[in-house]
């Protein structure tokens, strides 16, 4: 099942997340760790991640909703649990350089090819400059062909392949 949207209708919304979202964002984060053709393409998420994704110090999640149904979401994270190892393979001081990381990039399977992934990325890139951000980053799989678009498509600048979390590859992207 495939629901194109006329987002110039307004049939989709943008929000951020709040703790009210949790069940429908877990129910989307299961149905994208299920039904991915690759499984490499999602790092799983650690407790302790998944403990603060409605910390506002640590994350700020956007989700993009079709009527009530949560069709994507994605997460701006501030926290360097978050993107410590990526910002070291790239030789960024964490402490001097004001770094945040867009990542967990989801939309489910029956809303995709409605830009809603590149939608949702730009309004955080937005957030992220107005909350004075210095460094934007994002990772995607090398074969993950809609990320890698998306992320290019916001202009970001592919600076390194590589391992990340003992057996991930990942393109690693800073964002302009």
């Given at each position: 099942?495939?629901?194109?949207?006329?987002?110039?209708?307004?049939?989709?919304?943008?929000?951020?997340?709040?703790?009210?979202?949790?069940?429908?964002?877990?129910?989307?984060?299961?149905?994208?760790?299920?039904?991915?053709?690759?499984?490499?393409?999602?790092?799983?998420?650690?407790?302790?991640?998944?403990?603060?994704?409605?910390?506002?110090?640590?994350?700020?999640?956007?989700?993009?909703?079709?009527?009530?149904?949560?069709?994507?979401?994605?997460?701006?994270?501030?926290?360097?649990?978050?993107?410590?190892?990526?910002?070291?393979?790239?030789?960024?001081?964490?402490?001097?350089?004001?770094?945040?990381?867009?990542?967990?990039?989801?939309?489910?399977?029956?809303?995709?090819?409605?830009?809603?992934?590149?939608?949702?990325?730009?309004?955080?890139?937005?957030?992220?400059?107005?909350?004075?951000?210095?460094?934007?980053?994002?990772?995607?799989?090398?074969d993950n062909t809609a990320s890698n678009?998306?992320?290019?498509?916001?202009?970001?600048?592919?600076?390194?392949?590589?391992?990340?979390?003992?057996?991930?590859?990942?393109?690693?992207?800073?964002?302009?």
């Amino acid at each position: 099942m495939s629901n194109k949207i006329n987002n110039n209708n307004g049939n989709i919304r943008f929000r951020m997340l709040t703790s009210k979202d949790k069940a429908a964002l877990e129910q989307l984060i299961s149905t994208i760790e299920n039904s991915l053709a690759v499984p490499e393409w999602w790092i799983p998420i650690d407790d302790t991640a998944r403990a603060h994704f409605f910390d506002s110090d640590w994350a700020c999640f956007l989700g993009a909703f079709f009527g009530d149904t949560l069709a994507g979401a994605s997460a701006l994270f501030f926290n360097k649990h978050e993107f410590a190892e990526e910002a070291e393979k790239l030789g960024l001081d964490t402490y001097s350089t004001n770094v945040a990381e867009i990542g967990r990039c989801m939309v489910h399977p029956d809303f995709r090819g409605n830009n809603i992934m590149y939608q949702l990325n730009m309004q955080l890139c937005q957030i992220a400059r107005d909350r004075g951000i210095d460094t934007i980053l994002a990772v995607a799989h090398p074969d993950n062909t809609a990320s890698n678009a998306s992320f290019r498509r916001l202009g970001a600048q592919l600076k390194l392949t590589s391992t990340v979390y003992g057996t991930y590859r990942r393109n690693i992207y800073m964002i302009p």
